[in-house]
């Protein structure tokens, strides 16, 4: 089983941590998506035709969504995830749908640009660059739909991070934010129990981006989520999970 994922990517975090939480062994395959966008060679749309991590492979089926993964370890976990246990699966479910509703690059990005004005222009041009190469490749491609959905995709962020005001958008998305946190309800140890979930995976991940960008304001109004993040931060799983709590400027350059 191999896993192809992004040091610093936000989902390749859920999948890292659901698969080791979860007792799931696999192979690593780090992807470098920033200087040589392996994410957009032809080798990786094979296995990946929507040209993004994770994706996870083996000789029975290939995963190319994180919460697919999320949901492949929760089924490799049993009984010793709480998911499947009837008083709170459905919770669980509220949360983790909660939280991919969220589209946390925008609120990483805008936070970005905010704070170094240069990313206003960069970002954009680089999207624009990966439009028009993905443009260039269509009529070969061997999945026009998912190139063009890419390219669909790229062009909406390029218009969400150039028009109307950046100010406003980050005010927007916070508020985005506290309506996800003030949802969530903390037992002890762990976020529905004595038991890891799904909820306590992506919650995790989520908690841990707000640090990174600096965002840990946010968690002011409960406390007790902070509380539960310091508890789950001891996990083994969360160590090896490499789980990014800062930015590692460093790393993105040496593409690891």
């Known amino acids: 089983m191999i896993l192809y994922h992004a040091p610093p990517s936000y989902y390749s975090?859920?999948?890292?941590?659901?698969?080791?939480?979860?007792?799931?062994?696999?192979?690593?395959?780090?992807?470098?998506?920033?200087?040589?966008k392996e994410q957009l060679a032809p080798w990786y749309q094979a296995i990946n035709p929507h040209?993004?991590?994770?994706?996870?492979?083996?000789?029975?089926?290939?995963?190319?969504?994180?919460?697919d993964i999320l949901?492949?370890?929760?089924?490799?976990?049993?009984?010793?995830?709480?998911?499947?246990?009837?008083?709170?699966?459905?919770?669980?479910?509220?949360?983790?749908?909660?939280?991919?509703?969220?589209?946390?690059?925008?609120?990483?990005?805008?936070?970005?640009?905010?704070?170094?004005p240069p990313l206003r222009y960069i970002f954009p041009k680089v999207l624009d660059k990966i439009v028009k190469k993905l443009e260039g490749e269509l009529g070969t491609a061997q999945h026009p739909e998912a190139v063009r959905a890419k390219i669909s995709i790229n062009e909406k962020r390029i218009s969400y991070f150039t028009e109307s005001?950046?100010?406003?958008?980050?005010?927007?998305?916070?508020?985005?934010?506290?309506?996800?946190?003030?949802?969530?309800?903390?037992?002890?140890?762990?976020?529905?129990?004595?038991?890891?979930?799904?909820?306590?995976?992506?919650?995790?991940?989520?908690?841990?981006?707000?640090?990174?960008?600096?965002?840990?304001?946010?968690?002011?109004?409960?406390?007790?989520?902070?509380?539960w993040f310091e508890r789950f931060q001891s996990r083994p799983a969360f160590g090896s999970a490499d789980i990014w709590m800062r930015p590692h400027f460093l790393r993105l350059l040496l593409r690891r």
């Open 71 to 116: 949901r492949f370890a929760s089924a490799k976990a049993g009984s010793s995830w709480l998911d499947s246990e009837a008083a709170v699966g459905g919770q669980i479910e509220t949360v983790v749908q909660a939280f991919y509703a969220i589209p946390i690059e925008n609120l990483t990005f805008t936070k970005a640009m905010r704070k170094f």
């Open 13 to 36: 975090m859920v999948a890292r941590l659901a698969l080791l939480e979860a007792g799931v062994g696999f192979d690593s395959r780090p992807m470098d998506l920033h200087i040589a």
């Open 165 to 227: 005001n950046l100010t406003q958008k980050l005010a927007d998305e916070r508020d985005r934010v506290n309506a996800f946190l003030k949802d969530i309800s903390v037992s002890s140890p762990l976020l529905f129990g004595e038991k890891v979930s799904s909820a306590d995976i992506v919650c995790a991940v989520f908690v841990a981006r707000l640090a990174m960008i600096g965002e840990q304001a946010l968690l002011k109004p409960v406390p007790e989520l902070t509380d």
């Open 51 to 67: 040209m993004t991590v994770p994706a996870l492979v083996d000789d029975t089926a290939t995963l190319v969504d994180s919460q």
